[in-house]
C-alpha cells in the first residue's frame, strides 16, 4: 500500500481550505496553493494573500474545520508561481479550483504536470465535470494515478466522499486511495460513474426538486413540506429546505442546471429546471445561511429570535406557524426510523400523501439509475445515507414499504413504474449469517462482504443472536473471548435495565471470556441518563427511589472500573453525563474522533453522581502526585469542566479536557470503532492485573473548595453566574475537594461516592433544579435560573 505523509490542495476557497483542514486533522503534512493575486504588494508574503486568508477564514470557523486549532500549522499556504516545485514532495494532490473545465485543463498541463512526483496521486474534487474529459490533457503515466475524490462540504463533517476513477485509472491506485482515504480521514467511499453529479447530487437534487413540484402542485407551504420530509420520513432534520439554505439556493441550482444539460436522456430530466420562485429568490440574494435568508429568516425582536418561512406565491417572510399533521405527530416518540417512515406512509392525511409521492418518484428515480451511475444499490444508498443524511437509503425503503406493494401502490397512480421492477422479491437479504444484495445485472443476489477491520453489530446478532437482552441493550458475542454490550433506547439513554445488564455482562466476561466492550452502532453513544424518569420522581418527592437508583449506578461504574477483565468503551457522537461516566470508569477508551464528551448534569441543575465527580477528584489527585505539585490548579480544571458543563467538540479535545488519558485511541473511520475496540481487548487480556478500589486517595480539602466557592461568589456578584449557579457551583467544590475535611486527609472512593449522591439529592430537593429539568425537557436546551 502506497504511504501518504503529504499532501497538496490547489486552491484555497471554502472548500479547499476544509479539505486541507481535514487532512491536517488526520496527521498529515498539507501545502494549501492559490493564484499570485492581481493587486500583489511588495510584501513576498503578499503573493501568498488567498492562500492565508483561506486558512485564516477556516480558524474562526464554526462549526470548527479542526479538531485542535493548533493542527493549522500543519498547514503551509503558498501559491501557483512560486510554490508548485514543491509538488515533486507531496505523495497526492488534490485540485479543488473553479468548476471551469478550461481552467482545471490550463492547470494540469501548465502547473501540475511538470512538477509530479513520479507515482504521485492526482485528483480533483470535481463535483460535475467530466473526469475522463479531465484526464485528456493528461499524459499517461499521470492518468493511471488520476481520479475524482469528491469530498462533500463540511469535508470533516461529511462522511460521504465519491470516487471516480478515469478509463486509465489503475485499479490498484483506486484500491490504495481509496483504503487510505476510509481509514485515515474517515471516509465512507461510494464508487461512482463519470455521470452528471455522480451519486448522491444526482438522487438527492432530483429529490429536492421533485418535492418543490409536489409542493407546489398540492399548496402547501415551505414550512409545510418540511415537517414531513424531515425526520418523520428517515430524513435529516434540515428536511428539505433547511437543506437547501445550507448547500445554497445558487450552488443547488448550478447542480440542478448540470445534471439537465449533461443527462438529455434521463426520463426525468425537466424536474431538474428550478421553479420560477427559486430563480427570483437567487435574483434578490436570497441564497439561503450564506446571505442569512433563503427559504428561511430569523430576526431577533425583543430579545428573542423569530424564524420566518419564504411565502413562495407572495415572495414574502411569514412567521412560522408550526403546521400540525396527525401521521407526523404519532411518530414523534418512535425511534426506528423504518417503522416512522411505515406508520406515516399508512396514514390517510396531507402529510402522508406528500410523503408517498416524494417517496414514490425518488425511488423510481433511483431504480432507473442503474446502471447509469452505478453498477449497484448498495453504492446508491450508501451515498444518500453518508450524503444526504437519508436514514435510509432508496433501496432499503423499498423493501420498508415491499416492492410488490410498491409496485401495486405507484401503478394505482398511474406512474410509469419501471418493468424490471415486477417480480423482485426484496433489494436485501440476510441468509446463513450474511447479507446480500440483489444484483440488477444478474438477477441474482450476491453477498455484501464486511470490511476487514469492522464489525457490524446487527449482522453478527443476527447470525447468531444474543447471549442476553432486554429492551434497551443486548450483550453480543464479539469472537475471540471479547464480548460486546450494546445500548439501544432512544438516543442510548442510560436507565435501570441497561445498568442491570452491564453488571451482568461483566460478570459472564469475568466467568467465560476475556475482556468487555461497551458501544454501540446507533447515532450517539449515550446521551445521559434518562431524565424524564429523573424528572417524575423528583415530582412526586421519590427521594428514597433517587438515591437507590444513584446507588445502582455508581455500583455499575464501579464494577466497569475493577472488572477482573478489561472494559473498554467505544465512546462517539455525544457521550454526556452518564454516558461520560461510564467511558471514564472504563480501563481504555477508543473513542470515534467525533466525540462530544463531557459532565453535562448542570445544566439541568445537578452534579454527576454517577462516579463522574468522584473521577475528576482522583484524575486531579494522581496528576498533582506524579508531578509532586499543588493539586489546585488540576482540580480548579476539573471543576471547570462540570462548572461549566464543558463538552468536547472533538476526541483529540476530549484529551485536553482529561476525559480521554494516555493509552486511550482515536479511530477516524467510525465502521471501525467496535473492531479497534475488541482489539484493544485483546492487547489489554494477557497481562491484564485488576485493581481494587481506592482507600488512601488524598483528599484536596475545605481549603481548596473555599478558593472555589470565593471565586463563584464574585462571578455571582458580576452577573457572570446565577445565584443559584453560585450555589450549585458550591456544592459541587465540596463534593470534588472531598467534604469538610483538612487538605491531605485520606478519604476512600466509597466515601467521594457517598459524598456525590448528597450533593444530588440535595440539588433534587431544590425547586430551581426542577425547573431546569422540565425546560431541557421541553426546549432541549438549559435554562439558567
Not at 24 to 37: F, Q, S, T
Not at 738 to 752: H, N, R
Amino acid at each position: 500500500m502506497r504511504k501518504i505523509r503529504q499532501v497538496a490542495v490547489l486552491g484555497a476557497g471554502v472548500m479547499g481550505a476544509t479539505i486541507a483542514a481535514h487532512l491536517a486533522n488526520a496527521g498529515l503534512g498539507v501545502l494549501l496553493l492559490d493564484i499570485v493575486p492581481d493587486d500583489v504588494k511588495e510584501d513576498p508574503k503578499d503573493r501568498n494573500r488567498f492562500a492565508r486568508k483561506g486558512l485564516k477564514d477556516i480558524e474562526k470557523m464554526k462549526p470548527a474545520a479542526f479538531f485542535l486549532k493548533k493542527y493549522a500549522s500543519r498547514i503551509t499556504p503558498g501559491n501557483f508561481e512560486d510554490d508548485m516545485p514543491s509538488l515533486k514532495n507531496c505523495d497526492w494532490i488534490i485540485e479543488v479550483v473553479i468548476e471551469n473545465m478550461a481552467i482545471k485543463k490550463q492547470l494540469f498541463q501548465e502547473k501540475i504536470v511538470p512538477n509530479l512526483a513520479d507515482g504521485a496521486i492526482l485528483s480533483s474534487n470535481t463535483s460535475g465535470l467530466s473526469i475522463n474529459e479531465l484526464a485528456e490533457v493528461l499524459p499517461g503515466h499521470v492518468q493511471k494515478n488520476f481520479l475524482a475524490t469528491h469530498f462533500f462540504n463540511p469535508p470533516r463533517y461529511m462522511r460521504l466522499l465519491e470516487i471516480i476513477p478515469c478509463q486509465q485509472s489503475d485499479p490498484n491506485m483506486i484500491k490504495d486511495i481509496s483504503d487510505f482515504i476510509a481509514s485515515r480521514l474517515g471516509k465512507g467511499i461510494v464508487y461512482g460513474k463519470d455521470t452528471a453529479n455522480f451519486i448522491a447530487n444526482r438522487v438527492g437534487v432530483f429529490s429536492m426538486y421533485n418535492t418543490f413540484k409536489h409542493m407546489m402542485e398540492m399548496d402547501l407551504t415551505v414550512e409545510q413540506v418540511d415537517a414531513v420530509v424531515g425526520t418523520a420520513t428517515g430524513k435529516p432534520r434540515s428536511a428539505a429546505f433547511r437543506t437547501a439554505d445550507l448547500v445554497g439556493l445558487d450552488t443547488m441550482v448550478h447542480v440542478g442546471t448540470n445534471s439537465y444539460d449533461a443527462a438529455p436522456d434521463d426520463e426525468a430530466r425537466d424536474t431538474f429546471i428550478a421553479p420560477d420562485f427559486i430563480k427570483g429568490m437567487i435574483e434578490k440574494g436570497l441564497l439561503g445561511n450564506k446571505t442569512k435568508q433563503g427559504f428561511y429568516r430569523k430576526e431577533m425582536i425583543d430579545g428573542k429570535r423569530q424564524i420566518y418561512y419564504y411565502d413562495y406565491k407572495t415572495g414574502d417572510y411569514k412567521p412560522l406557524e408550526k403546521p400540525k399533521f396527525g401521521s407526523v405527530a404519532a411518530v414523534k416518540q418512535v425511534d426506528d426510523p423504518a417503522q416512522r417512515l411505515k406508520m406515516v406512509l399508512s396514514a390517510k392525511d396531507t402529510a402522508a400523501e406528500l410523503a408517498w409521492k416524494t417517496t414514490r418518484d425518488s425511488l423510481i428515480y433511483a431504480f432507473n439509475r442503474i446502471p447509469e451511475i452505478s453498477d449497484d444499490i448498495v453504492n446508491i444508498d450508501a451515498a444518500m445515507k453518508l450524503g444526504f443524511n437519508w436514514d435510509l437509503g432508496p433501496f432499503e425503503i423499498f423493501d420498508v414499504i415491499g416492492v410488490e406493494k410498491f409496485v401495486k401502490l405507484a401503478e394505482k397512480d398511474g406512474v410509469a413504474v419501471p418493468e424490471a421492477l415486477t417480480g423482485i422479491e426484496s433489494f436485501y437479504q440476510f441468509k446463513d449469517g450474511k447479507q446480500y444484495f440483489y444484483d440488477l445485472k444478474s438477477n441474482d443476489y450476491l453477498e455484501i462482504p464486511v470490511k476487514e477491520g469492522q464489525i457490524k453489530l446487527e449482522i453478527l446478532k443476527k447470525a447468531q443472536g444474543v447471549m442476553e437482552k432486554n429492551s434497551n441493550s443486548s450483550l453480543i458475542d464479539l469472537g475471540d473471548g471479547v464480548f460486546g454490550l450494546e445500548f439501544h433506547s432512544k438516543m442510548n439513554a442510560l436507565g435501570g435495565d441497561i445498568l442491570s445488564l452491564t453488571r451482568k455482562a461483566i460478570k459472564r466476561a469475568e466467568k467465560e471470556g476475556v475482556g468487555l466492550v461497551i458501544g454501540n452502532q446507533g447515532s450517539h453513544f449515550s446521551a445521559g441518563a434518562n431524565l424524564m424518569l429523573l424528572a417524575i420522581a423528583i415530582a412526586e418527592g421519590s427521594y428514597d427511589d433517587i438515591g437507590l437508583m444513584l446507588k445502582s449506578f455508581q455500583n455499575t461504574t464501579m464494577a466497569i472500573k475493577y472488572a477482573d477483565v478489561p472494559v473498554v468503551v467505544a465512546p462517539f457522537n455525544l457521550t454526556l453525563g452518564g454516558g461520560c461516566e461510564f467511558s471514564m470508569a472504563a480501563d481504555a477508551r477508543v473513542a470515534h474522533a467525533e466525540t462530544y464528551m463531557g459532565l453535562v448534569e448542570m445544566g439541568v441543575g445537578l452534579l454527576p453522581a454517577g462516579g463522574g465527580t468522584k473521577e475528576s477528584t482522583i484524575r486531579a489527585v494522581e496528576l498533582a502526585e506524579s508531578f509532586k505539585t499543588d493539586v489546585s490548579a488540576f482540580l480548579f480544571k476539573r471543576f471547570e469542566n462540570i462548572g461549566l458543563a464543558k463538552v468536547s467538540m472533538s476526541a483529540d479535545e476530549a484529551f485536553e479536557l482529561g476525559y480521554m488519558r494516555e493509552g486511550d485511541s482515536i479511530t477516524m473511520n467510525i465502521d471501525n470503532l467496535i473492531h479497534d475496540a475488541k482489539q484493544k481487548i485483546l492487547g489489554l487480556a494477557p497481562n491484564y492485573r485488576p485493581s481494587k478500589p481506592l482507600t488512601a486517595i488524598k483528599a484536596p480539602g475545605r481549603g481548596v473548595a473555599a478558593s472555589i466557592k470565593s471565586q463563584l461568589w464574585n462571578l455571582a456578584k458580576g452577573a457572570f453566574a446565577t445565584e443559584y449557579e453560585a450555589y450549585m457551583g458550591g456544592i459541587v467544590a465540596d463534593v470534588i475537594c472531598g467534604g469538610d475535611v483538612p487538605a491531605g486527609t485520606l478519604i476512600t472512593e466509597e466515601y467521594l461516592l457517598k459524598l456525590e449522591r448528597e450533593g444530588f439529592l440535595k440539588l433534587c430537593g431544590n425547586k430551581k433544579t426542577l425547573e431546569r429539568i422540565q425546560h431541557m425537557l421541553k426546549k432541549g436546551k438549559p435554562l439558567r435560573n
